[in-house]
């Protein structure tokens, strides 16, 4: 009986020792704006630095439905109204998460950064696939200036078992090497990749896959270079692609 109660109570331990785990949250951001004023179309514009207090992505105040987005969940970042020309809004990634969807809206451009380098926060793609869609930098952007202008910057590693799909009428850059597993697809709007170490391809993810353009650009951008290069494969979907490269 002794040995009954004893293996009862270590059982009881071990459950209560273990964290529930959040469940899929659906969000929007309505937390401080965080804006930092910018020249619209200044030339190349890269993630800007700042001392961002209460803009962290656990806070919960900072979304419609809290805790935050995860867990596959989908997270909209939007323009707070009236404020769409100020500026970009500045979150920072201080957690792990996993997204089924992402959504910049901000006409002037979301920077996503991590501002602990040390913490190696990851935006994880879910295991159906993350969507990252994107608004176009600024509306009155010429298109033709889309391969030299900003936009939206994901300042994190993307990583997870699924596919990232990059669709919207916006650009999206990435700035960090991507582990992510599954296959990439840019369908709409521009992928723009930076690096200054010659690291382009681990921008792409791991998946040994061509990167598939489905109606999207590729931007290619590695300062010091006058010709950008990458290893990987392609494959053109019946959208057809583009290249264009900022040196």
Not at 146 to 158: D, E, F, Q, S, T
Not at 166 to 171: D, E, L, R, W
Not at 182 to 201: E, F, Y
Request: charged share 10%.
């Amino acid at each position: 009986m002794a040995r009954r109660c004893r293996k009862r109570m270590l059982a009881l331990v071990v459950a209560g020792a273990v964290s529930p785990a959040i469940a899929q949250v659906d969000a929007s951001w309505v937390g401080p704006s965080a804006f930092v004023h910018e020249p619209i179309f200044a030339p190349q514009p890269g993630p800007v630095s700042v001392l961002n207090q209460g803009h962290d992505w656990t806070t919960r105040r900072n979304w419609s439905t809290p805790p935050y987005p995860t867990d596959a969940g989908a997270a909209t970042i939007p323009a707070p109204a009236g404020l769409e020309a100020l500026g970009r809004i500045i979150l920072t990634l201080d957690t792990n998460v996993s997204l089924r969807e992402l959504t910049l809206a901000n006409a002037a451009g979301v920077d996503l950064t991590d501002t602990q380098p040390a913490l190696n926060s990851t935006l994880s793609a879910a295991a159906q696939g993350l969507v990252i869609r994107s608004l176009r930098y600024h509306p009155d952007a010429p298109s033709r200036a889309l391969c030299h202008y900003g936009g939206n910057y994901l300042a994190v590693p993307v990583g997870g078992s699924g596919s990232v799909s990059v669709t919207g009428s916006g650009v999206v850059t990435f700035t960090r090497a991507n582990p992510f597993l599954g296959p990439l697809v840019v369908r709409n709007g521009i992928l723009a990749i930076s690096s200054t170490n010659g690291a382009l391809d681990a921008r792409l993810g791991s998946s040994p896959q061509p990167v598939t353009l489905d109606g999207g650009t590729l931007r290619l951008s590695q300062p010091g270079s006058t010709a950008p290069s990458l290893q990987r494969a392609f494959h053109l979907g019946s959208g057809g692609g583009t290249f264009c490269a900022a040196v």
